[in-house]
């Protein structure tokens, strides 16, 4: 029996996401960045949360985990490098750990770079990819503790996943990376067509998560700086595509 996944907004622009083991009725809140958003969708979807998977330690993905396990009792997993900054945290995780909800079983991704201690979670079965603030439709997270290098690698890592993999990130950022994926590959048909979708859904009101994997590799600039047009859009042709990648980064944080 499939997942059921719930995405729902949270504060002024966080995803939130519940996952559901309809067998067991087990359910997993993607991190907990506001305890009134995630008591509100477990209420519309009728849900009892079980578990509260963390994927890394800043306040707007945090927040919410005392309140709902006050009221659940939920079990709080989150990265263990970052444990001393996760509320009420109950088991510890790391690199090629395995995580249950149900019977779903999700593998935990290193994935440094936006925090030194950031994990994603890697539902194989499901196709789901749980990337907190790492790789973003559209886009890439911050660098606020980890290396340009860091940030590289670990996309690298999860580009690797299957194409049909459904990407769920931690923001609705993705039309403002939009607007910046087309200042830096302007000639890419498949980022036109997709970024003309993305306006016409936030015009509606709707969210544009999950992405497919397959969709980002295609379209997210900070996935394809091996490309000679990325390469080319910040004068770094025929450079180590770290190189490329770090330059794109320092052009998003000033677009």
Same mark, same amino acid.
């Given at each position: 029996?499939?997942?059921?996944?719930?995405?729902?907004?949270?504060?002024?622009?966080?995803?939130?996401?519940?996952?559901?083991?309809?067998?067991?009725?087990?359910?997993?809140?993607?991190?907990?960045?506001?305890?009134?958003?995630?008591?509100?969708?477990?209420?519309?979807?009728?849900?009892?949360?079980?578990?509260?998977?963390?994927?890394?330690?800043?306040?707007?993905?945090?927040?919410?985990?005392?309140?709902?396990?006050?009221?659940?009792? #939920?079990?709080?997993?989150?990265? /263990? *490098?970052? @444990?001393?900054?996760?509320? !009420? +945290?109950?088991? %510890?995780? &790391?690199? =090629?750990?395995?995580?249950?909800?149900?019977?779903?079983?999700?593998?935990?991704?290193?994935?440094?770079?936006?925090?030194?201690?950031?994990?994603?979670?890697?539902?194989?079965?499901?196709?789901?990819?749980?990337?907190?603030?790492?790789?973003?439709?559209?886009?890439?997270?911050?660098?606020?503790?980890?290396?340009?290098?860091?940030?590289?690698?670990?996309?690298?890592?999860?580009?690797?996943?299957?194409?049909?993999?459904?990407?769920?990130?931690?923001?609705?950022?993705?039309?403002?990376?939009?607007?910046?994926?087309? #200042?830096?590959?302007?000639?890419? /048909? *498949?980022? @036109?067509?997709?970024?003309? !979708? +993305?306006?016409? %859904?936030? &015009?509606? =009101?709707?969210?544009?998560?999950?992405?497919?994997?397959?969709?980002?590799?295609?379209?997210?600039?900070?996935?394809?700086?091996?490309?000679?047009?990325?390469?080319?859009?910040?004068?770094?042709?025929?450079?180590?595509?770290?190189?490329?990648?770090?330059?794109?980064?320092?052009?998003?944080?000033?677009?």
């Amino acid at each position: 029996m499939p997942a059921d996944i719930h995405v729902f907004p949270c504060r002024s622009d966080n995803i939130g996401v519940l996952v559901r083991d309809a067998a067991s009725g087990a359910c997993a809140a993607i991190d907990a960045p506001e305890e009134a958003a995630v008591r509100r969708a477990l209420a519309e979807t009728g849900w009892r949360l079980t578990h509260i998977l963390v994927t890394h330690k800043h306040p707007d993905h945090v927040e919410g985990i005392p309140g709902l396990k006050r009221e659940t009792g #939920a079990t709080v997993i989150g990265p /263990a *490098a970052e @444990a001393a900054a996760i509320p !009420d +945290i109950d088991r %510890r995780v &790391a690199e =090629g750990d395995v995580v249950e909800v149900g019977v779903l079983r999700g593998e935990v991704i290193a994935t440094p770079g936006h925090t030194l201690g950031h994990i994603a979670y890697w539902f194989a079965r499901e196709r789901a990819l749980f990337a907190g603030d790492t790789l973003f439709a559209l886009g890439c997270g911050r660098l606020f503790e980890g290396t340009p290098a860091d940030m590289w690698a670990t996309l690298e890592k999860l580009a690797a996943l299957p194409d049909d993999t459904r990407l769920y990130c931690g923001h609705e950022y993705t039309l403002a990376n939009a607007h910046f994926a087309l #200042a830096a590959d302007p000639d890419n /048909a *498949a980022l @036109a067509k997709r970024a003309a !979708d +993305i306006e016409a %859904r936030r &015009a509606r =009101g709707e969210l544009t998560v999950p992405s497919l994997l397959g969709e980002e590799k295609a379209t997210n600039p900070f996935l394809r700086a091996r490309e000679q047009a990325l390469a080319a859009a910040v004068n770094l042709a025929g450079r180590p595509a770290a190189e490329v990648f770090a330059a794109l980064r320092t052009w998003k944080d000033r677009f």
